[in-house]
């Protein structure tokens, strides 16, 4: 009975990897940095599958055919076959370098400076959300990296604080960001769509929560999202509850630390001149919507674990009039 339950645990695990939706598989590379990992590791699965074959195949025949039996004669000593021993040394030496060519023509292939005319990102890593300048397009965003399809892109790396890790495994491998040096990322998105991320390097009480993601868009639609973000948005109405949020904005002192259009220009938060343009807030954990808001700025410590925003006791009304605001900022 315990046998057939441990048996039909395995069963169920088994049967479970085969099915659902993973959004963070590194199997279903998007850009060409990850065809390149997916490629070395097809490569290594196969040579592993050989060695597996012909070591488990040998163990077991020898295991059945040479095993004692009652009243079998006793096996002769041996020693040494020098042909035997070349063979076993050479044949993993070879299988060695049939992985290692490879493996290092990926490294380099990966590290490769970029490409002229490859899209300038820089990203900073901060405790706990991702902060993208467009240096040649004046843009500046949070948490959700808008790429053009089929244009190289050259990820600057650098961080506000701690050690960070990029990681978009379907765009490539992991990257770190390093307190006072900068790391490069390069890669070439081939397919639209948005893939999901997260920080990978152990980073504090919130590391869970830096997620990330790429928005790979068509030519028209990245055109139309430049533009967007270049643009200020439209200015609040007179006597609205936006305004009442745009005053609030100042009065609770986010100025201090959020840029907004040309009303505040603070460096420590998020640039929010366009955060109603972004699908999600709080590093990517939360849907950036009226309720989503009100629960963020109601409490962000309780949201965000080890959160810099404090808990500022807004009133609701006050916060009401907030997200009214926030949620005009397009
Ligand atoms: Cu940033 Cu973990």
Known sequence: MRRTSY???????????CGGHFPQTTLQPKADFGFAIQGLFGDIFWWAVVVFTVVETLLVVTL???RARPGGPTPKPLHGHTVLEI???LAPALILVFIAVPTVRTIFSTEAPA???ALKV????????????YPDLGITTANELHLPVGQPVDLT?????VIHSFWDPAMGGKRDLIPTHENHLVFRPESTGTFLGQCA???GASHANMRLRVMVQGDSAWKAWVADQQALPAPVKKG????????????????GCHTMGDMAHGIVGPNLTHVASRTTIVGGTVVNDSAGLARWIGDPPGTKPGSLMPNMHVPPADIAALVAFLRSMK
């Open 64 to 66: 059945i055919r040479f």
């Open 87 to 89: 063979a076993w040394t």
């Open 240 to 255: 609205s509850l936006e305004e009442q949020g745009a005053q609030a904005f100042q009065r609770y002192g986010c100025t």
């Open 115 to 117: 490409p002229a005319g």
């Open 122 to 133: 820089s990203v900073i890593g901060h405790q706990w959300w991702w902060e993208y300048r």
């Open 157 to 161: 790396l650098t961080t506000a604080d």
């Open 201 to 203: 390097e152990f980073c």
């Open 7 to 17: 048996l039909l645990t395995v069963l169920l695990l088994a049967a479970t990897a």
